[in-house]
């Protein structure tokens, strides 16, 4: 077990640097922090390491690969206790970005994206309503997405 890591000022630096971009490299984080090349390394390794960076990634643009279509799912179940197999089927449909427990109406709350409306049923008819423990959804499609962001450093 990973004991909890201490956030510093220089960690909030280079947080701040690599979440406006992932590819920056190392020494410019350390020429605008003041410190080595090296520091900023290991600084990045540690917190990847204590789980405060999940990694670094490319964002795929949907549209740009044809999926036109972004909808949110509220999921009911049929029992609080089919919460575990529902989600392990919700995570073997590619199509599925997001999963979240959530309180409140829904029990599990689904980010979606699809081809069109069409490819949008598919996905409900031939893959959601089928999975036991699912007593009905609710669907709500994105006209857009104005923004996304990373939380800032604070």
């Not at 280079?14 to 520091?39: D, K, T, Y």
């Not at 997001?98 to 709350?109: D, K, R």
């Not at 309503?129 to 939380?151: A, C, N, P, V």
């Amino acid at each position: 077990m990973v004991k909890e890591y201490k956030i510093d000022n220089l960690d909030k630096k280079i947080l701040s640097f690599i979440s406006e971009n992932a590819r920056i490299p190392f020494l410019e984080v350390a020429r605008e922090c003041g410190v080595s090349g090296a520091a900023i390394h290991l600084r990045i390794q540690k917190l990847l390491d204590t789980g405060v960076i999940l990694g670094s990634q490319f964002n795929i643009v949907p549209t740009k690969i044809g999926y036109s279509t972004c909808a949110y799912m509220g999921i009911y179940l049929s029992k609080a206790s089919e919460y575990e197999n529902v989600v392990k089927y919700l995570s073997m449909i590619p199509e599925i970005v997001e999963c979240h427990y959530t309180t409140g109406e829904y029990t599990i709350f689904i980010k979606v994206y699809t081809k069109n409306n069409e490819h949008l049923k598919t996905i409900l008819a031939d893959k959601l309503q089928l999975i036991d423990g699912i007593s009905r959804t609710e669907t709500f499609i994105s006209l857009e997405e104005r923004f996304k962001k990373q939380l800032p450093i604070l």
